[in-house]
């Protein structure tokens, strides 16, 4: 059978093959792992060309991870869900600081955060998967912030899906905690939790891992766990290379590494790029088991950038799948016992691929 971009598995696995609206509407696979498309579709030739409109352009990068997953139309209704929501023609506009530095401003959506731009279309795209089957769908979140605010941004008043979110107590900025807590909302929980974000999305992830609690109707994050979550962000690199004309050196603030995983994914379809750095600050885990061999997880310290005080960065599962040749025996294992025990030597061929 031909491996194809519609098709998910798990980064683990033991998880069967499933379509978009499956891997969209569990978020995370039974197996424990992160969903990865089979094959990465390669972007269009003119993906790149100049004076394509952000909707195209997101279509044109999202349409093959969907196939028929979804009612016909669904993508196009999403993004004009999307654009209409963003207060500037480009959504995602690029603008010179110096010659040769630019800045994406991924800012100019209904809560002022980057997460807005997947945040609307998960939104959206779960809306027509859940009319078209008649289920109901429970969401769980875990935020620093960003992730809470532009969720219940999103999802407030959504008939089919409850959301809850879990924020860490007293470590989120004011401005996103009255994002969250104000909302007149019936369907939107929202649940301060006695330590850092790593152990809100410890929760999250234990809670998703419960089978039982399925039985009850659909359960999903929207979490860059989620594939949708993670598919969303790949077009505005898309964009940004458009309006540079030219392949960019992207330096991407890093927390749990979802943001600079769907530009290398970019990078997977096609996209020129001559570089990513993923900028972490003191919370620097990630840093630590590239440069060192060694992940371990540390208590997260609070800084004035809360999305990155993240100490186990959910989406570097799916970095090591990548490196390792997509080899989910070893992706077990490393993952497996980094949970078990705090920390992980990774094994020096896949260090050495996580470090070419």
């Avoid at 990465?40 to 952000?54: C, E, I, K």
């Avoid at 909707?55 to 028929?68: L, V």
């Avoid at 939790?193 to 992830?205: A, I």
Wanted: aromatic share 6%; hydrophobic share 45%.
């Amino acid at each position: 059978m031909t491996n194809s971009a519609d098709r998910y598995i798990s980064t683990r696995g033991d998880a069967a093959p499933t379509r978009f609206s499956d891997a969209l509407l569990r978020g995370i696979a039974p197996d424990g792992g992160l969903y990865m498309p089979q094959a990465w579709p390669a972007l269009p030739v003119d993906a790149t060309l100049p004076g394509r409109g952000y909707a195209e352009i997101a279509k044109a990068a999202m349409a093959p991870f969907i196939g028929d997953a979804l009612p016909a139309g669904a993508l196009d209704r999403a993004l004009e869900r999307l654009t209409k929501g963003f207060d500037h023609p480009l959504v995602t506009p690029l603008v010179e600081l110096e010659p040769g530095l630019f800045v994406l401003e991924l800012f100019h959506g209904p809560t002022a955060a980057f997460k807005d731009l997947a945040m609307q279309l998960v939104a959206a795209l779960s809306d027509e998967a859940l009319a078209a089957t008649g289920e109901t769908l429970t969401l769980l979140t875990a935020t620093s912030g960003d992730t809470g605010a532009a969720a219940v941004r999103a999802f407030a008043g959504a008939e089919r899906i409850k959301l809850i979110v879990l924020h860490p107590l007293d470590r989120v900025s004011p401005v996103q905690r009255r994002q969250m807590t104000t909302v007149e909302a019936d369907n939107v929980l929202n649940l301060a939790v006695r330590g850092d974000f790593d152990d809100c999305q410890r929760l999250v992830k234990g809670l998703l891992a419960e089978e039982s609690l399925r039985e009850q109707g659909r359960l999903s994050s929207v979490n860059s766990i989620n594939w949708g979550r993670l598919a969303g962000q790949i077009p505005y690199y898309v964009s940004a290379t458009a309006q540079l004309g030219q392949a960019a050196t992207f330096v991407v603030p890093t927390g749990n590494f979802g943001d600079a995983f769907a530009g290398i994914a970019a990078r997977k379809m096609g996209l020129p790029a001559a570089g990513f750095v993923a900028a972490v600050n003191q919370n620097d885990a990630l840093a630590r088991a590239i440069n060192d061999g060694v992940y371990a997880r540390r208590p997260a310290v609070e800084s004035g950038s809360v999305s990155m005080d993240v100490q186990a960065p959910s989406n570097f599962e799916r970095l090591v799948f990548e490196a390792s040749g997509r080899d989910a025996e070893a992706t077990r294992a490393v993952f497996e016992t980094f949970a078990r025990e705090g920390s992980v030597t990774l094994p020096a061929g896949l260090l050495a691929a996580l470090r070419a």
